[in-house]
């Protein structure tokens, strides 16, 4: 399965260690970060006795909630080279394991931000953020409010009566008026892998236009009364469409003054 080199929630003494699309934590980041012999390199540890041990007995119970859920499984630890596989990813019980290998210390301090990170502790964002440059910083305001207006947005959706795939008819509608194509004709063109959040890696422009757009349509199926799933994703595709008439708009108005 590929892998995305992407940050998760866990920063680790000003180090952002990525994450898969599994949520699995890179332990080649860990391994950097802490300082020990290239003896303890993940490829080393994930082969001992009681490391072994501890990702069987990790998976038996991962499959069982994944069989449980009736999700795909998914295995606890992964290790590969090549486009888009980079070092060893393991479930984040794992990835304390081996901090605690490494040092008891650095355990403490993957559980500490781990737990925190899971609890949607907001002040471990704030305090990353405190750290990071100006236009991380932007760019995390930005997302953050387009988060927000999404909730709104998938709210009016449900009220008018959207339900199971036609919340992602109504994004792909957003995306393809907005963007030129639907998410996963996205991700391929950003080469980025199945499943990525897509958001996660437009830009403040592009998610102030995702923001604008959701909010348009939603106020359109508000105000016509819009109905269930083909109805919405309608107007979905209006909302999203008049927000890109009015950039492209303004885009050669601009050049136009530029020219002369």
């Known amino acids: 399965m590929a892998l995305i080199n ?5 920063i680790l003494r000003g180090k952002p260690i990525r994450e898969d699309g599994e ?3 890179c332990l080649d980041d860990i391994f950097d970060l802490s300082g020990a012999k290239e003896s303890k390199a993940p490829k080393h540890w994930r082969g001992n006795r009681a490391s072994r041990e501890l990702q069987a007995e990790l998976q038996k119970k991962v499959t ?7 999700k795909p499984n998914s295995p606890v630890i992964h290790a590969g080279r090549g486009r888009g596989v980079m070092g ?4 984040p019980i794992l990835a304390a394991a081996y901090a605690g290998y490494l040092s008891p210390k650095l355990e403490i301090e993957v559980r500490e931000i781990w737990l925190r990170f899971r609890a949607g502790d907001a002040t471990l964002a704030d305090e990353i953020l405190q750290r990071a440059s100006v236009e991380a910083n932007h760019w995390a305001g930005v997302r953050a409010l387009a988060r927000s207006n999404r909730n709104g947005y998938t709210d009016v959706l449900k009220e008018h009566g959207v339900v199971e795939k036609g919340y992602m008819a109504c994004t792909e509608a957003v995306y393809q008026a907005l963007l030129g194509g639907k998410s996963y004709e ?3 063109r950003r080469g980025l892998p199945d499943k990525t959040n897509l958001r996660d890696h437009m830009n403040v422009d592009e998610l ?3 923001m604008a757009a959701e909010a348009l349509s939603a106020e359109r199926i508000e ?16 909302g999203a469409s008049a927000i890109r008439s009015a950039i492209e708009a303004d885009r050669r108005n601009r050049q136009k003054r530029l020219m002369g």
Not at 64 to 70: M, T
Not at 223 to 231: F, L
């Open 186 to 188: 996205l991700r391929a």
């Open 23 to 25: 949520g699995r934590l």
């Open 6 to 10: 992407q940050p998760s929630g866990l």
């Open 64 to 70: 069982a909630g994944y069989l449980k859920d009736g």
């Open 223 to 238: 105000e016509e009364d819009r109905q269930g799933n083909a109805d919405c994703v309608a107007a979905s595709r209006l």
């Open 208 to 210: 102030s236009y995702v």
């Open 88 to 91: 060893t990813y393991a479930h």
